[in-house]
């Protein structure tokens, strides 16, 4: 028998309804399914209300828009999302400096 392979990471994008943030959760989903899509099991969108977006990463906390100051640059989101579930993995244009 073979032993399963390990669950990849499940992100969970949580949103204000309210706010009407789907659209900017669901444009992030599909940047980081994008781009990790071989590191992540999972993009979950999660409605919510009184101003949440938070993103997690297995029930850690990567980003909070009330703790964190806004919402995240894509740029920064990635590099959060890399360094929890694939240190190694290179992002090409989102990890060159601007100029």
């Not at 599909?30 to 590191?39: I, P």
């Not at 100051?69 to 190694?88: E, N, S, T």
Request: hydrophobic fraction near 45%; charge should be positive; proline fraction near 6%.
């Amino acid at each position: 028998m073979m032993n399963p392979a390990p669950a990849l990471p499940r992100l969970a994008i949580h949103y204000c309804t309210g706010c009407r943030w789907l659209m900017r959760a669901a444009w992030m989903a599909q940047e980081l399914l994008t781009t990790f899509e071989k590191e992540l099991g999972e993009v979950a969108l999660v409605p919510g209300h009184g101003g949440v977006f938070r993103i997690l990463c297995d029930d850690e906390l990567l980003w909070d828009r009330k703790i964190d100051g806004g919402f995240p640059d894509i740029k920064a989101l990635k590099q959060r999302v890399r360094d929890r579930i694939a240190p190694g993995k290179a992002l090409g244009h989102s990890e060159t400096a601007a100029h």
